[in-house]
């Protein structure tokens, strides 16, 4: 297939070669002119031959001039024809005796031993080649790879040439003897020394270059690896090794390798006497390093009124200083940072234009961005720019247009007074989280002083306020909680022996009436109104309990807290005790010195809220705790009972709440005996006498709320109980 595609072409290129020169043949004789001609896609040697046999010129190709052309000749001569179609394919010509010689190389010696080499895109074997025979010297050189280059060079050594010419290539490396030159190839052992642990990651060529090359690594190893190429000595003063990401660098000196290295590790160097001391640095140290610093000349503005132009999100100082001595901004910031502020001063920093300058405006009272809000955008043909103090701006306008805004901005700026209010009852923190709907927060102003606030509104929505305050500003009311919690225990105790006897602890129930009624002196001692609360009923059998000894009050007390807030009690003991461990060496205990905390007792916590209606609602916990017997053994700590009551009650004010239910049971056994007696075997038990003791204690929790809306009126039951408790004892009295 391919012969007969050949075959067809020398066919077509023989048919167009006939036609072309029969038409040549009716031409009129004249001196090497060519007829419009045009090659599509054709090879440049072929071209080469239809130019000479139509001017008939000799032309003469050597072995560079390869690949095909497309090109439209007109009628004109043959030497500039070939000059437009070699100067368009980058080709060279030189004619020697009326001959032209064509070559993509062009190569000159001259007597002062210089050569000069032009060449696009061609083999350097070729152009090796073609400098040797220009210069007359043997130039040898191994195979060279399969690649194009580029040269153009003027005037230098022989030696030199022939070093660019093979530049790309640093296997190769050019020995020279008096009589010839040689471009030899080097093993991969004499053209570089690598030094990595795993591939090519570190490599010094025979130029004395590195090039690093990793995707990650440590950095002691690639440190110690350049150190050893360069035969360097070095004292690492660094906290230890650690892993660096990517790096991609070739041609580096050694410097430029260790800085490129110590930067990725927030490091720096110093040598000193030939030993290279490394040391950490920060990496904002290492920035200052990138940071560019200019000089920047204002031109048509005072430096100092640029300044006061800069938007706020520009007047970073840290990126400028100024210089009012010569009017320039010393600049100091990478590319992108000072972007944005260069191109800001440009486009202010220009020459007036029809009159209109630059003019600042400022204001008292106002803001700029409100006022500039309220002037017609008619007077600023470019918008203005607001200051850094937001009381400033800065606008492009006529002598007339500054006068007539600096009216306008006289009317606008108008001080309005802030008047102080002061709040009774409330923090100021409270009223601005929930402000009344007539204001806004810009209108009120904290102060910074307890109770103490700005209002800088209008005098009529101030007016306002002040009415919606009266509503809000009033004292939280609180909750005053009587509470009373009495223990009561009841069991009984088994003697079993040669007097063996049992014995009930409960109250008996067949008390004197009087007796009872005369003890009610007891609960006079108790801040609990306890007859106004449950009655004479529960008074009379609460202190026939605390005469027998069956109940004690455990907690008698009066707490008042704000509503919605925690109101706790406690009541506690607590015991201290030493941690201990177990040495794993021998299993010994021993004490750390540690001491800890143990706490048993009544912990009560209330929190209260009242409705509208009178109503409290209260969510109340309350935990009992007791604590075991301890051992003889300070280290170990005592087994501890507790009992927990968590619930939410509603009643109104002034009822009383009760929480019952926290019961603990203790069983226990006792053995008494007479001595030595007692120890006899088997006749001994004669002489015990073992007791067991069923022991049930319950603790129970009286709970009255009253919502406080006057506390000086809060003292006035003392009274009606006396009075009370009076009458009580006149009708014990009066019985016979």
């Known amino acids: 297939m391919i012969k007969i595609q050949a075959r067809i072409q020398e066919k077509l290129v023989f048919g167009f070669m006939v036609f072309f020169f029969s ?45 095909n052309a497309s090109f439209y000749f007109s009628e004109t001569d043959i030497r500039t024809a070939l000059r437009s179609f070699l100067g368009a394919q980058r080709i060279y010509m030189h004619e020697i005796e009326g001959v032209i010689y064509v070559s993509r190389i062009d190569v000159s010696y001259g007597s002062d031993r210089l050569v000069r080499v032009h060449a696009e895109e061609v083999d350097p074997s070729l152009i090796i080649k073609a400098m040797s025979r220009a210069a007359g010297k043997t130039i040898l050189n191994d195979a060279l790879p399969k690649s194009t280059v580029t040269v153009h060079i003027e005037n230098v050594p022989l030696e030199e040439a022939v ?30 020394l690598v030094v990595a642990v795993a591939g090519d990651r570190l490599s010094r060529g025979i130029d004395g270059l590195y090039s690093i090359n990793f995707e990650q690594a440590s950095f002691l190893e690639i440190l110690d690896a350049l150190m050893s190429a360069e035969h360097k000595e070095y004292v690492l003063m660094l906290r230890g090794d650690f892993s660096i990401g990517r790096m991609r660098h070739s041609g580096k000196s050694f410097e430029e390798a260790l800085n490129l290295l110590l930067e990725q590790a927030g490091a720096d160097y110093v040598e000193r006497g030939g030993i290279v001391y490394l040391f950490e640095i920060q990496k904002k140290d290492i920035v200052k390093k990138l940071r560019d610093t200019d000089v920047l000349v204002i031109k048509y503005l005072p430096v100092q009124d640029l300044v006061t132009m800069l938007p706020q999100e520009l007047s970073n100082s840290a990126f400028f200083r100024v210089d009012k001595a010569s009017n320039s901004m010393i600049m100091t910031g990478s590319e992108q940072e000072l972007r944005p502020l260069l191109d800001f001063i440009s486009s202010v920093d220009i020459p007036p234009v029809g009159g209109k300058v630059y003019t600042p405006f400022s204001l008292k009272f106002s803001k700029a961005k409100d006022a500039l809000a309220l002037i017609p955008p008619r007077m600023f043909p470019i918008a203005p720019i607001i200051g850094s103090d937001e009381y400033s701006f800065i606008a492009l306008v006529t ?58 509104g209008p005098e009529e929505r101030r007016r306002r306020f002040e009415l919606e305050l009266g509503t809000i500003d009033r004292p939280k009311p609180q909750i005053q909680y009587d509470i009373l919690v009495l223990q009561s225990q009841s069991g009984y105790s088994l003697n079993i022996g040669v007097t063996g006897s049992a014995k009930e602890t409960a109250a008996d129930a067949d008390l004197d009436a009087k007796a009872i009624i005369g003890a009610f002196e007891d609960l006079l001692s108790i801040n609990f109104d306890i007859i106004s609360e449950f009655g004479y009923t529960f008074a009379a059998k609460l202190t026939a309990e605390i005469s027998t000894s069956t109940s004690e009050v455990y907690a008698d007390t009066k707490l008042t807290g704000i509503v919605g807030q925690d109101v706790k009690f406690q009541n506690t003991n607590t015991y201290r005790y030493r941690d201990s461990e177990i040495d794993p060496d021998d299993g010994t205990v021993q004490s750390t010195g540690v001491t800890r905390e143990l706490t048993s007792g009544l912990l009560l916590s209330i929190n209260g809220w009242a409705s509208s209606d009178g109503m409290i609602t209260m969510t109340i916990s309350t935990t009992v705790s007791e604590r075991g017997e301890s051992s003889s053994d300070s280290t170990t700590p005592p087994q501890t009972s507790e009992r927990v009551v968590s619930t939410q009650v509603r009643t109104l004010s002034g009822k009383p709440v009760a929480i019952t239910g926290l019961i603990q049971r203790n069983r226990s056994l006792t053995l008494k005996k007479i001595p030595i007696l007692g120890d006899i075997p088997l006749l001994g038990r004669l002489f015990s006498f073992p007791t067991e003791s069923d022991t049930q204690t319950e603790f129970s929790v009286y709970i009255v709320p009253r919502l406080i809306t006057d506390i000086s009126g809060s003292d006035a039951g003392a009274g009606e109980l006396g009075a009370k408790m009076s009458a009580l004892y006149r009708s014990a009295a009066a019985r016979p």
């Open 23 to 67: 038409s040549i043949a009716i031409m009129p004789a004249t001196a090497q002119l060519i007829s419009r001609m045009e090659f599509k896609n054709q090879p440049i040697t072929d071209i080469l031959l239809v130019l000479a046999e139509a001017s008939g010129t000799s032309i003469v190709t050597d072995e560079t001039i390869v690949g």
């Open 163 to 192: 070093r660019i010419v093979a530049a790309r290539f640093p296997e190769y490396e050019l020995v020279v003897s008096p009589t010839s030159l040689y471009l030899k190839r080097v093993d991969s052992v004499g053209k570089k």
């Open 399 to 456: 002598p007339e247009a500054s006068q007539e805004l600096s009216a306008l901005i006289k009317l606008l700026d108008r001080k309005v007074s802030a008047v102080p209010i002061r709040l009774k009852y409330i923090k100021t923190d409270e009223l601005l989280k929930l402000l009344p709907p007539s204001v806004s927060k810009e209108d009120v102003v904290d102060s910074g002083f307890p109770g103490l606030i700005f209002f800088n």
